[in-house]
């Protein structure tokens, strides 16, 4: 199966949509132990996505359009979601030519795990330490490994996030506000590992969409 544009804008989409039905989830999450700011910076990021496939046209690449849409999370504010965010869409465009213009299994491959490369380069979080990392990481490699075409990858990338973001439910907190209240974080996930289980869960979801 190869992406073309419109699948891509279907996909980023889907993470729109997908993230906009759980701003409560990540504002609840986050005011807990951080600064409860995570899902007013989702819904900018989301917003963000929408305009930029609506305003994509034929003349600007693929790698163009991910590079812009990223510089374009990475200025939102409100906490670090928006440069995290910024970082992982730069990764995705990364391995991309200017001249890309449809993305088959392979080249997904790549683009997941630039992305991860350039956050392990942006973070010294990894797995475990109740990060994003802790979906973003298990979404890559599962990515790596799975032999099949874009719709298994993107479902085995999902499994994986998804399943790594729950995980984070055992650990205690490690970076930001929320590594101050120690093991007062058992039991509740973290937000930024939620938010990217989502945006896998919205990628896989676009296909059918």
Request: net charge negative; proline share 2%; aromatic share 6%.
């Amino acid at each position: 199966m190869l992406l073309r544009r419109v699948e891509i804008k279907a996909l980023l989409e889907s993470v729109a949509k997908t993230w906009e039905a759980n701003i409560a989830l990540f504002t609840d999450i986050d005011s807990r132990f951080g600064d409860g700011d995570h899902g007013m910076a989702a819904k900018k990021i989301a917003g963000l996505i929408r305009r930029r496939v609506d305003e994509w046209g034929d003349d600007e690449s693929v790698k163009g359009f991910l590079n812009e849409l990223a510089r374009g999370i990475s200025e939102i504010g409100g906490g670090s979601a928006g440069p995290l965010y910024g970082t992982i869409f730069e990764g995705f465009a990364e391995p991309l030519r200017d001249d890309t213009d449809t993305i088959d299994a392979s080249t997904l491959r790549a683009m997941l795990a630039c992305a991860g490369e350039l956050m392990e380069m942006t973070t010294k979080a990894r797995v475990g330490d109740k990060t994003m990392m802790d979906a973003l990481l298990p979404a890559v490699a599962a990515a790596q490994v799975c032999e099949g075409d874009v719709p298994e990858i993107l479902l085995a990338a999902a499994t994986a996030a998804g399943s790594g973001a729950d995980a984070t439910k055992k650990m205690v907190s490690k970076y930001g506000r929320a590594r101050f209240y120690g093991e007062d974080t058992l039991g509740t996930p973290d937000a930024g590992a939620m938010s990217t289980a989502l945006l896998f869960k919205g990628l896989e979801a676009g296909l059918t969409q």
